[in-house]
């Protein structure tokens, strides 16, 4: 792959500064037109000789995005004396063959050369970690401070073990890396001085002259010229840019705010080539010059990440093994311990032995992040709503060390075969895949500990990986897509058991940034469930949510939600909430597609409701669970009679307890005054055998269920306790009637759901 790009460190919060908007685009430069520009330009064109004195190239330059604060900064260089040892041939290939599933998806492979094109839905994503993954020091996250080799691995590693580690093949490699950044810091904090100087005396003549007299076909006065010139657009934006900054100084007399922003965005669609439609939606997030800062990152890739499997591997030693292979890399930052940044590989990094045996998967360092926002923890159950490829499932179920169950699930077929791939590669063993609409669920199966909701979107925050997004999203494109994910968010939140002892929590995140789909589906489910707050992320780095933007204004809670730019924290636009589940959904809530009466709700009429409408529940209501709820006392019979047959089997006498004894040869009195159970007892001892041992078995997982070995029966207890229901005709009609006739049943409800979830497992892939 070879080429060094995204040297920047990810993750850091850094603010936003002059040299990101002064950067020059790397192609170009023209003498600017104007007197100051020229003397600029004058400043600039010293700082790049300099820069060129140094050995360092423009194009490293521009990818390394030059933290001047750093400048200042000490530089620890690489140590001289380890430089001469030959890196060890890779003979590694020994230590993989055990491990190897093999399965290479092609889509993934396409990911992992970094250049893939990426569409709106598909952030590849995933790599979380645990909770001891976050890092609670915010202090400690500077991506401003050059790593030096003591911080390059995080807590879970020793560090003087990793120092002897590195090879000197990666001490070189790192230390080239130093000598050029701090090269190119130093140019830059030149230019930047000399600029300043020149700025700070601005007389009335050298406002900018940046729009026209004449008035356009939509009476705005500002310039139409199209020019051809790309530096002089690049002027002009600048010059743009600084009369917003500083209008009462710069501005030119009889000229209001509205004509600069007019010309600004006309000249940004025709510098970066955006539609209008979009450019215009995504200059409302930012004052003008962090506008600017944000579409320029657009233009150059992020730096390529890795996520380390911890079920297959730790991060130092792939580290070490990928050194051994030539690659230069460093941890990602302080902020996580598994991922590792790539600088530069002479190897492929989908097809290195270690990546074919499932040591690592490519992977967006935002892509994390929702993953670590969402904290799995081991035995629980989760459901990964739209998973494929799956970057973000196998970080889910390596956080849960392959144990609890995760369903993963996606609406396209096509997508699930590398999802597949990946469970496969990376020896996930804890996962189903399922492949339906997600908002099918809680009807599919509900009563999870967790909920992952990595929204389809309209990828405005992967721009540099997809470029065709500036032109082909519609004003259409942001109806549909936040309708849908309003509608998939309620089902996420449906699915959810608030009851759930370690868990109860939702977390929605997409890979765009447009307020349309985040701030305001998160507003949307925080009206239509009055039974979800939304708690902190715990992530340790991110921009508060808006609260109040273009005249929207938002719940006060949503600062908990967090916002990444490309321009601020170099990784890829995202955007990640996360809710906990109070109570019970309201028996009447509208659904993510139907209302409580079963007609289509006002979501799928395309009719928006942010009013909350929904009664809050009495305390008697609050004892219903809100889905999957289970009918405790008809359980109860089916787990005594279970019981009583495997006192039998056992060849004690189950008569001996009495109190099971009865209750098994009692035909059970249902809730609404029938006796299905008793009317099935005539069937065959086998046929109930399976169904009573279904039964207790989602009872036990539900309730008890959270203790089983890692990795070791998860996937074939899931499997037991869908498959067997398929057969449950019977019960299920039995239930159905239940639930038909809500007079003579008071608990419909809790029926209703389990019928529905049970009915639902006809996708179930194991
Ligand atoms: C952003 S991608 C998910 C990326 C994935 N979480 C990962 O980390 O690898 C969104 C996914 O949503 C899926 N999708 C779209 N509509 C869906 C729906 N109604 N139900 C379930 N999945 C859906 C798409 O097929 C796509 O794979």
Redesign the pocket.
Known sequence: MGGMRGKKKQGMPEPLDESLVTRKRKDYEAPAPKEQKRRRTDAKAKAKAKAKAAPVSKKAAIANGAAKKSAAKPVKAAKPAKKSAPPPVSDDEDVFSDASDGVDDPDVMEDVLGDVKVTG??????ASEDDSEIDDDDDDFDSDVEPTKNAMWSDDEDEDDAQEQLTAANIEGLSRKLDMQRAIEEAEAQAELEEGNMQTNIAPADRPKVLEDEEDEEGRKISNLVTQDIQLLRTRLNDTIRVLDDFKNLAEPGRDRAEYRAQLLKDICSYYGYSEFLADKLLSLFPAREAFAFFEANETPRPIVIRTNTLRTHRRELAQSLINRGVQLEPVGKWSKVGLQIFDAQVPLGATPEYLAGHYILQAAS?FLPVMALAPQENERVL??????????THLAALMKNTGCIFA????KE?SKG?IGNIHRLGVRNSIVCN????EFPKVMGGFDRV?L????SGTGVIAKDASVKTNKTEADFMKLPH?QKQ?ILAAIDSVDHHSKTGGYIVYS??SVTVEENEQVVQYALNKRPNVRLVETGLTFGKEGFTKIGGKIFHPSMKMTRRYYPHTYNVDGFFVSKFKKIGPTPPNAVGANRSANGQPSASTTGQDEYVDKTPILTEEEEEEDDFGGFDEEEDKAYIERGQARDARRKGKDPKADPSKASKESKPKEKKGGGKEVAGKEAKTESKKSAEDVVVADVKVSKKDGKGKKAGKTESAVAVAEITPVKNGTEKKKAKAEAVASPAKSPKTNGADKKVRRKSGDKKMKA
């Not at 990595?454 to 979107?457: Q, S, V």
């Open positions: 839905l598909d952030a590849l994503g995933s892509s990964d709503m739209a998973a494929a490829p799956g970057g973000k499932t699930n996606d609406a396209s997508r999802l339906y609409s997600a908002l992952l990595d929204a389809p979107c849908l998939l997409t890979c």
